[in-house]
């Protein structure tokens, strides 16, 4: 018999990006179900309330019942262990995002004997991060052809 393999997709998403869609849908060749967890942190500035890229991105991804997108507030390892999620899937662009991913990865592992899985971001978009596109659109810029198509923060 098989047993469903969950993982979880951990971050703040503001906003989710044409790397995280890249990541998402080539781990999707390696889990069954694959859980967006949109972190709430209300002491964090966001461009948009948890609540709104919750809402966009359930509708972005409405079409595929392998993927759900639920926020959370407390510590990725609980989130993982609500949705019974033995991996978390991260993306990493840099040799910086590898040792910040590395201890996480460490650390979560000690807590709760989860692994992190990591896909290295695809050569076109190691550029991209969710706070360059935040930079952009506060300077007025057009960042449609970084934002999956579809995603919309209403």
Do not use: C
């Not at 993982?7 to 179900?33: M, Q, V, W, Y």
């Not at 057009?142 to 995603?151: I, Q, R, S």
């Amino acid at each position: 018999m098989h047993k469903m393999k969950t993982a979880i997709f951990p971050g703040s998403f503001d906003p989710f990006t044409k790397g995280h869609e890249a990541i998402l849908r080539r781990a999707l060749n390696l889990f069954d179900r694959i859980v967006i967890g949109v972190g709430i942190n209300e002491s964090k500035q966001t461009g948009w309330s948890g609540e709104t890229r919750i809402e966009a991105l359930r509708k972005l991804f409405a079409a595929d019942d392998r993927i759900l997108v639920e926020g959370y507030t407390d510590l990725t390892v609980d989130f993982a262990a609500r949705h019974q999620a033995r991996f978390i899937l991260r993306g990493v662009r840099t040799i910086k995002d590898y040792e910040y991913e590395l201890t996480m990865a460490d650390t979560n592992r000690r807590l709760s004997g989860i692994d992190t899985v990591i896909l290295f971001t695809e050569p076109q978009w190691a550029f991209l991060s969710s706070s360059l596109v935040r930079e952009l659109i506060h300077f007025g810029k057009d960042v449609k052809p970084y934002l999956p198509e579809g995603l919309k923060y209403e």
